[in-house]
């Protein structure tokens, strides 16, 4: 069973039918009690980050999510849900997850954001989650901060927007993308179906 | 990356093609079309739903949600859309952005509103220009029949200072004319405001895509009826803008 975090704010929807369309079974996972029975998780953020660990914390979910990675359940994070496994976000000055060590800043003042359309992915090491992606594909994103880990290894995936960024960013049982996989067509749909299926 | 965006026209639930906004012509399912234009490689899709009745409008709503089942590209929906409770109710179904026009001109403050509560990312104000005799456009509203009286750069410009997250930029003087995009038009916009602008209306063939993108700085160029009629298909598009030095997305 897929676990989607649904705390409350965004368009969450998207990643579900996604989710769905490859056959994976999923289950909202709204308050704590819903971390039962999960195999994976899937973290889809939109919105702002203070206001989304605000609201995390409200539901009782922040401790869950930190407990189920502890755990070893494979997690993936997208977008805003990428960026709050950080220590900390320069949005709004929010304390985040920890998962990662490092923060989220946002892209320096002459660059244009947001950074909104598709853009390529320089995948640095091999990685399940790009089984069958070859490297270069290109993905759609929509934001304005991206994160940056101390642990450069951290990093398997870099963006070129104006400056190189860490597009995708894994260690052990956790990942986190920066684009949108549900929003990426066939190559976004192989990165959700490698996370749901093979990893 | 330069984006390929097809567009929709949709009535009570069908895809349809006028020329100048009139002369309506069925094309086809707009779900199955959708689907057909993600899997060949299109950027994203803009829906424009032209119907004239309540009852078509639901039907839209209906039609949204069985996109955003099917389709894993990003998806703007647009026309008839006046209130924030509208616009809640297009991204509730699944859309990821709206396109915003006549309601807009009546009540600028709607894309204020409408960009702090869902985002700027989802707000997608749409400008309907048509050239006066004196050589300025003018924005054209309810289909591209009424003069607004506005110009349409310094609209352009007010609209991004409200909060609008693109531009989607149609010359009502080129709209299913299919010789081409506006290009001083397009220029005119693009030059005045700093979010991305789609060029719409009056796109022919390959060749006027790779020509708006050569010169002109839009973001992306959208087009109907050349797609529709299979003259061409968005691979065949992409590979002669690669050819050109266009960069686009797909290997």
């Known amino acids: 069973m897929i676990g989607i975090i649904d705390y409350g704010a965004g368009n969450l929807h998207s990643v579900e039918k996604a989710v769905i369309k490859l056959d994976f079974p999923t289950k909202i996972i709204a308050e704590?009690?819903?971390?039962?029975?999960?195999?994976?998780?899937?973290?889809?953020?939109?919105?702002?980050?203070?206001?989304?660990?605000?609201?995390?914390?409200?539901?009782?979910?922040?401790?869950?999510?930190?407990?189920?990675?502890?755990?070893?359940?494979?997690?993936?994070?997208?977008?805003?849900?990428?960026?709050?496994?950080?220590e900390y976000s320069k949005e709004n000055d929010a304390d985040c997850l920890s998962i990662f060590e490092g923060a989220v800043y946002p892209f320096q003042k002459s660059i244009k954001v947001p950074h909104m359309g598709w853009n390529e992915v320089h995948q640095k090491r091999q990685h399940p989650i790009f089984r069958n992606i070859p490297n270069k594909s290109d993905f759609y994103f929509v934001h304005s901060f991206y994160v940056k880990p101390n642990d450069e290894s951290d990093a398997i995936g870099i963006t070129d927007y104006g400056q190189d960024f860490c597009s995708v960013?894994?260690?052990?049982?956790?990942?986190?993308?920066?684009?949108?996989?549900?929003?990426?067509?066939?190559?976004?749909?192989?990165?959700?179906?490698?996370?749901?299926?093979?990893f | 990356m330069k984006k390929i965006i097809p567009c929709l026209d949709v009535k009570d639930g069908k895809v349809v093609k006028g020329i100048h906004f009139e002369g309506m012509r069925e094309m086809g399912d707009p779900v199955e079309m959708a689907s057909d234009y993600s899997n060949n490689g299109a950027d994203e899709l803009v829906f424009l739903d032209i119907s004239a009745t309540t009852e078509g409008r639901k039907t839209m709503v209906d039609v949204v949600k069985k996109v955003a089942k099917k389709v894993s590209i990003p998806f703007t929906v647009g026309g008839g859309i006046k209130t924030a409770d509208d616009i809640g109710r297009i991204l509730e179904a699944g859309a990821d952005k709206v396109g915003i026009n006549t309601a807009a001109v009546d009540r600028p403050e709607l894309i204020k509103e409408a960009a702090e509560k869902f985002g700027s990312a989802t707000i997608v104000a749409a400008v309907d220009a048509k050239q006066m005799s004196d050589g300025t456009w003018h924005v054209m509203t309810h289909g591209g029949m009424k003069d607004s009286g506005l110009d349409a750069v310094q609209w352009a410009k007010m609209l991004e200072e409200l909060g609008a997250g693109e531009i989607l930029l149609t010359s009502v003087d080129r709209d299913g004319v299919?010789?081409?995009?506006?290009?001083?038009?397009?220029?005119?916009?693009?030059?005045?405001?700093?979010?991305?602008?789609?060029?719409?209306?009056?796109?022919?063939?390959?060749?006027?895509?790779?020509?708006?993108?050569?010169?002109?700085?839009?973001?992306?160029?959208?087009?109907?009826?050349?797609?529709?009629?299979?003259?061409?298909?968005?691979p065949e598009v992409k590979t002669l803008c690669r050819e050109r030095g266009v960069d686009v997305s797909g290997a």
């Open chain 1, 169 to 198: 960013i894994a260690k052990d049982n956790v990942i986190g993308v920066q684009f949108h996989p549900e929003k990426s067509a066939e190559a976004g749909l192989t990165i959700l179906e490698n996370f749901c299926g093979n």
């Open chain 2, 178 to 234: 299919k010789d081409g995009y506006d290009l001083e038009l397009t220029k005119a916009i693009v030059d005045a405001v700093d979010i991305p602008v789609i060029a719409s209306g009056g796109c022919g063939s390959a060749e006027d895509i790779v020509e708006v993108f050569e010169k002109t700085n839009v973001a992306a160029a959208l087009a109907a009826s050349i797609f529709h009629q299979n003259e061409v298909g968005i």
């Open chain 1, 32 to 86: 704590p009690r819903d971390f039962t029975g999960i195999d994976k998780i899937i973290f889809p953020g939109v919105g702002n980050a203070r206001k989304t660990m605000e609201m995390i914390r409200f539901h009782g979910l922040d401790d869950k999510i930190t407990e189920a990675i502890k755990a070893g359940i494979p997690f993936l994070g997208i977008c805003l849900g990428m960026q709050l496994l950080m």
